[in-house]
């Protein structure tokens, strides 16, 4: 059973940096027929899909072109899990995070959400 | 990035009825699109991938079809623990993007 323990602060200064982790069970973050995404959601933006890592003999990410300069999508491999940095945040980044693992092209298993605002 | 246009973006229904949901891709996405039902305070649920599959455990009441650029999402019966709100999300481009969502609203 594939379970996303998310982990991380629930607010955070403007111009600062955002981190979350998830950490997996039941699955491993190289395996190479799964990817490992973070989703937000927002009344103002809906369901936002932020970006992925996923392994294929080597890493890859991919990253929605809205925050592509300012993410970074690491996995941990001796921990098991993967994270999320979002640099220079500002109020319009305040969301309910969410990890996901991605398989057949779809997100069947979430994390539990983190609710992130970004206040001074 | 590809967009997904859904419509209506609510509608209120009665227990029994049976409900359509659209979604519209900017461009063909071939059978790469998935559905997902999300109540208050809970994390999105699949419901259908690829188009047309049913997720395992999800009630054959749910049903979806499409291709290319329109794609629907129907209820046949509308039951009480149905009123949600319906997302679509295409997954042909490494760049996900998700529709803006259709509430289900009790009538």
């Known amino acids: 059973q594939v379970q996303l323990q998310q982990s991380g602060p629930g607010l955070v200064k403007p111009s600062q940096t955002l981190s979350l982790t998830c950490a997996i069970s039941g699955d491993s973050v190289s395996n190479s027929g799964a990817a490992w995404n973070w989703i937000r959601q927002s009344p103002s933006r809906g369901l936002e899909w932020l970006g992925r890592t996923y392994y294929r003999s080597k890493w890859y990410n991919d990253y929605a072109v809205s925050v592509k300069s300012r993410i970074t999508i690491n996995p941990d491999t001796s921990k098991n899990q993967f994270s999320l940095q979002l640099k220079s945040v500002t109020p319009e980044d305040t969301a309910l995070y969410y990890c996901?693992?991605?398989?057949?092209?779809?997100?069947?298993?979430w994390g539990q959400g983190t609710l992130v605002t970004v206040s001074s | 990035d590809i967009q997904m246009t859904q419509s209506p973006s609510s509608l209120s229904a009665s227990v029994g009825d049976r409900v359509t949901i659209t979604c519209r891709a900017s461009?063909?996405?071939?059978?790469?699109l998935n559905w997902y039902q999300q109540k208050p305070g809970k994390a999105p649920k699949l419901l259908i991938y690829?188009?047309?599959s049913l997720q395992s455990g999800v009630p054959s009441r749910f049903s979806g079809s499409g291709s290319g650029t329109d794609f629907t999402l129907t209820i046949s019966s509308l039951q009480p623990e149905d009123f949600a709100t319906y997302y679509c999300q295409q997954s042909y481009s490494n760049i996900r993007t998700f529709g803006g969502g259709t509430k289900v609203e009790i009538k």
């Open positions: 690829a188009a047309s």
């Open positions: 461009q063909s996405i071939d059978s790469y």
């Open positions: 996901a693992r991605g398989f057949r092209s779809s997100y069947e298993h």
